[in-house]
T-cell receptor, first 113, second 114 residues
Protein backbone atom coordinates (compact mmCIF):
# COMPACT_ATOMS: atom_id res chain seq x y z
CA UNK A 1 0.00 0.00 0.00
CA UNK A 2 1.25 3.47 -0.89
CA UNK A 3 2.33 5.53 2.10
CA UNK A 4 3.42 9.14 2.69
CA UNK A 5 4.97 10.27 5.97
CA UNK A 6 5.65 13.93 6.59
CA UNK A 7 7.85 15.33 9.32
CA UNK A 8 7.81 17.20 11.50
CA UNK A 9 4.06 17.34 12.12
CA UNK A 10 4.41 20.91 13.30
CA UNK A 11 7.11 23.53 13.44
CA UNK A 12 7.36 27.03 14.90
CA UNK A 13 10.02 29.43 13.65
CA UNK A 14 10.76 33.15 13.61
CA UNK A 15 10.60 35.36 10.56
CA UNK A 16 13.82 35.13 8.61
CA UNK A 17 14.58 31.54 9.57
CA UNK A 18 15.10 28.81 6.99
CA UNK A 19 12.98 25.67 7.31
CA UNK A 20 13.15 22.20 5.81
CA UNK A 21 10.06 20.03 5.60
CA UNK A 22 10.38 16.34 4.93
CA UNK A 23 8.28 13.86 2.99
CA UNK A 24 9.19 10.18 2.81
CA UNK A 25 7.18 7.71 0.79
CA UNK A 26 6.57 4.15 -0.20
CA UNK A 27 4.87 3.66 -3.54
CA UNK A 28 4.38 1.08 -6.26
CA UNK A 29 6.05 2.39 -9.41
CA UNK A 30 6.72 6.03 -8.57
CA UNK A 31 5.20 8.48 -11.01
CA UNK A 32 5.26 11.89 -9.29
CA UNK A 33 5.38 13.76 -5.98
CA UNK A 34 3.48 16.98 -5.45
CA UNK A 35 3.67 19.65 -2.75
CA UNK A 36 0.71 21.84 -1.79
CA UNK A 37 0.29 24.76 0.63
CA UNK A 38 -2.93 24.95 2.63
CA UNK A 39 -3.72 28.14 4.46
CA UNK A 40 -7.19 28.64 5.91
CA UNK A 41 -9.05 26.93 3.11
CA UNK A 42 -8.15 25.12 -0.08
CA UNK A 43 -4.73 23.64 -0.84
CA UNK A 44 -2.80 25.43 -3.56
CA UNK A 45 -0.19 23.78 -5.77
CA UNK A 46 3.51 24.44 -5.20
CA UNK A 47 5.64 21.88 -7.05
CA UNK A 48 5.51 18.65 -8.99
CA UNK A 49 8.60 16.45 -9.00
CA UNK A 50 9.05 13.55 -11.38
CA UNK A 51 11.82 11.31 -12.61
CA UNK A 52 12.62 13.95 -15.21
CA UNK A 53 12.35 16.90 -12.83
CA UNK A 54 13.86 16.22 -9.44
CA UNK A 55 14.55 19.81 -8.40
CA UNK A 56 12.22 22.79 -8.52
CA UNK A 57 12.56 26.37 -7.29
CA UNK A 58 10.22 29.30 -7.04
CA UNK A 59 11.39 32.38 -5.21
CA UNK A 60 12.20 31.45 -1.62
CA UNK A 61 10.76 27.94 -1.98
CA UNK A 62 12.60 24.99 -3.41
CA UNK A 63 12.15 21.25 -3.43
CA UNK A 64 14.22 18.24 -4.30
CA UNK A 65 13.36 14.60 -4.85
CA UNK A 66 15.62 11.70 -3.93
CA UNK A 67 14.21 8.66 -5.74
CA UNK A 68 16.89 6.39 -4.40
CA UNK A 69 16.22 7.18 -0.74
CA UNK A 70 12.47 7.72 -1.33
CA UNK A 71 12.04 11.20 0.08
CA UNK A 72 11.55 14.80 -0.83
CA UNK A 73 12.29 18.01 1.03
CA UNK A 74 10.67 21.41 0.78
CA UNK A 75 12.92 24.32 1.75
CA UNK A 76 11.71 27.78 2.59
CA UNK A 77 14.35 30.46 3.08
CA UNK A 78 13.90 33.84 4.78
CA UNK A 79 10.49 32.79 6.09
CA UNK A 80 7.68 35.32 6.37
CA UNK A 81 4.48 35.25 8.42
CA UNK A 82 2.62 34.63 5.17
CA UNK A 83 4.36 31.27 4.91
CA UNK A 84 2.37 30.05 7.91
CA UNK A 85 0.28 27.16 6.59
CA UNK A 86 -0.04 23.41 6.42
CA UNK A 87 2.25 21.95 3.76
CA UNK A 88 0.97 18.77 2.14
CA UNK A 89 2.94 16.19 0.23
CA UNK A 90 1.24 13.72 -2.13
CA UNK A 91 2.52 10.83 -4.18
CA UNK A 92 1.21 9.18 -7.30
CA UNK A 93 2.12 5.65 -8.15
CA UNK A 94 1.17 3.68 -11.21
CA UNK A 95 0.59 0.21 -9.86
CA UNK A 96 -1.79 -1.83 -11.98
CA UNK A 97 -4.88 -0.24 -13.46
CA UNK A 98 -5.92 1.56 -10.31
CA UNK A 99 -5.38 5.27 -10.02
CA UNK A 100 -3.96 6.18 -6.66
CA UNK A 101 -2.98 9.53 -5.18
CA UNK A 102 -1.93 9.46 -1.54
CA UNK A 103 -1.53 12.49 0.70
CA UNK A 104 0.52 12.80 3.85
CA UNK A 105 -0.94 14.30 7.01
CA UNK A 106 0.88 17.56 6.46
CA UNK A 107 3.32 19.76 8.36
CA UNK A 108 1.88 22.76 10.19
CA UNK A 109 4.35 25.64 9.88
CA UNK A 110 3.92 28.69 12.08
CA UNK A 111 6.13 31.70 11.40
CA UNK A 112 6.17 34.23 14.22
CA UNK A 113 7.14 37.87 13.67
CA UNK B 1 -12.80 32.78 -14.05
CA UNK B 2 -14.04 31.39 -10.72
CA UNK B 3 -11.93 28.20 -10.74
CA UNK B 4 -13.55 25.49 -8.62
CA UNK B 5 -16.72 26.40 -6.73
CA UNK B 6 -18.52 24.36 -4.10
CA UNK B 7 -21.90 24.69 -2.45
CA UNK B 8 -22.85 24.85 0.32
CA UNK B 9 -20.01 26.24 2.44
CA UNK B 10 -21.46 24.88 5.68
CA UNK B 11 -24.10 22.26 6.44
CA UNK B 12 -25.47 20.60 9.55
CA UNK B 13 -27.36 17.33 9.12
CA UNK B 14 -29.06 14.96 11.48
CA UNK B 15 -28.10 11.29 11.36
CA UNK B 16 -29.96 9.57 8.54
CA UNK B 17 -30.62 12.69 6.48
CA UNK B 18 -29.38 12.93 2.90
CA UNK B 19 -27.75 15.73 1.01
CA UNK B 20 -25.80 16.52 -2.14
CA UNK B 21 -22.65 18.60 -2.30
CA UNK B 22 -22.25 20.45 -5.55
CA UNK B 23 -19.01 21.22 -7.36
CA UNK B 24 -18.35 23.04 -10.61
CA UNK B 25 -15.21 24.10 -12.45
CA UNK B 26 -14.80 26.54 -15.32
CA UNK B 27 -11.28 25.60 -16.39
CA UNK B 28 -12.33 22.98 -18.97
CA UNK B 29 -10.64 20.30 -16.88
CA UNK B 30 -11.21 16.65 -17.68
CA UNK B 31 -10.68 15.15 -14.20
CA UNK B 32 -12.53 15.92 -10.99
CA UNK B 33 -12.24 14.63 -7.42
CA UNK B 34 -13.91 14.58 -4.04
CA UNK B 35 -11.78 14.49 -0.87
CA UNK B 36 -12.50 14.57 2.80
CA UNK B 37 -10.14 16.10 5.30
CA UNK B 38 -10.23 15.15 8.97
CA UNK B 39 -7.94 16.41 11.73
CA UNK B 40 -4.72 14.44 11.77
CA UNK B 41 -5.73 12.39 8.71
CA UNK B 42 -4.71 14.51 5.76
CA UNK B 43 -6.71 14.47 2.53
CA UNK B 44 -8.39 11.19 1.57
CA UNK B 45 -9.84 10.56 -1.85
CA UNK B 46 -13.51 9.55 -1.83
CA UNK B 47 -14.31 9.31 -5.54
CA UNK B 48 -12.86 10.66 -8.73
CA UNK B 49 -13.87 11.11 -12.33
CA UNK B 50 -11.01 10.77 -14.77
CA UNK B 51 -13.10 12.16 -17.60
CA UNK B 52 -16.70 13.04 -18.39
CA UNK B 53 -18.83 9.92 -18.22
CA UNK B 54 -16.58 7.95 -15.85
CA UNK B 55 -16.42 7.70 -12.06
CA UNK B 56 -14.31 5.49 -9.82
CA UNK B 57 -13.88 4.79 -6.15
CA UNK B 58 -11.03 6.27 -4.20
CA UNK B 59 -9.70 5.36 -0.80
CA UNK B 60 -12.84 5.92 1.31
CA UNK B 61 -15.99 5.57 -0.90
CA UNK B 62 -18.35 3.85 1.57
CA UNK B 63 -21.45 5.88 2.35
CA UNK B 64 -21.07 8.15 -0.68
CA UNK B 65 -22.19 8.29 -4.29
CA UNK B 66 -21.14 10.63 -7.06
CA UNK B 67 -22.44 11.91 -10.36
CA UNK B 68 -20.41 13.50 -13.12
CA UNK B 69 -23.27 15.55 -14.50
CA UNK B 70 -21.27 17.02 -17.37
CA UNK B 71 -17.71 18.15 -17.93
CA UNK B 72 -18.10 21.05 -15.50
CA UNK B 73 -20.03 19.51 -12.62
CA UNK B 74 -19.31 16.69 -10.18
CA UNK B 75 -21.65 16.12 -7.24
CA UNK B 76 -21.22 14.06 -4.07
CA UNK B 77 -24.25 12.53 -2.37
CA UNK B 78 -24.62 11.27 1.18
CA UNK B 79 -27.68 9.02 1.17
CA UNK B 80 -27.92 8.47 4.93
CA UNK B 81 -25.55 10.70 6.84
CA UNK B 82 -23.64 9.33 9.83
CA UNK B 83 -21.61 11.19 12.48
CA UNK B 84 -18.46 9.57 11.04
CA UNK B 85 -19.05 11.66 7.93
CA UNK B 86 -18.49 14.89 9.84
CA UNK B 87 -15.59 16.40 7.94
CA UNK B 88 -14.45 19.11 5.56
CA UNK B 89 -15.09 18.11 1.96
CA UNK B 90 -13.00 19.43 -0.91
CA UNK B 91 -13.70 19.17 -4.59
CA UNK B 92 -10.77 19.45 -6.98
CA UNK B 93 -10.14 19.35 -10.70
CA UNK B 94 -7.17 18.89 -13.01
CA UNK B 95 -6.56 18.93 -16.73
CA UNK B 96 -5.71 15.23 -16.70
CA UNK B 97 -5.25 12.84 -13.81
CA UNK B 98 -3.61 14.47 -10.80
CA UNK B 99 -0.02 13.44 -10.45
CA UNK B 100 0.42 14.07 -14.15
CA UNK B 101 -1.17 17.48 -13.64
CA UNK B 102 -1.65 19.77 -10.69
CA UNK B 103 -4.99 19.89 -8.96
CA UNK B 104 -7.04 22.99 -8.26
CA UNK B 105 -9.16 22.83 -5.12
CA UNK B 106 -12.46 24.41 -4.22
CA UNK B 107 -12.96 26.31 -0.93
CA UNK B 108 -14.44 23.33 0.89
CA UNK B 109 -17.71 22.40 2.60
CA UNK B 110 -17.73 21.98 6.35
CA UNK B 111 -20.27 19.26 7.17
CA UNK B 112 -21.41 18.36 10.67
CA UNK B 113 -23.62 15.32 11.27
CA UNK B 114 -25.28 15.19 14.69
Amino acid sequence: EDKVVQSPLSLVVHEGDTVTLNCSYEVTNFRSLLWYKQEKKAPTFLFMLTSSGIEKKSGRLSSILDKKELFSILNITATQTGDSAVYLCSIRGSGGSNYKLTFGKGTLLTVNP
Amino acid sequence: NAGVTQTPKFQVLKTGQSMTLQCAQDMNHNSMYWYRQDPGMGLRLIYYSASEGTTDKGEVPNGYNVSRLNKREFSLRLESAAPSQTSVYFCASSLGLAGDYEQYFGPGTRLTVT
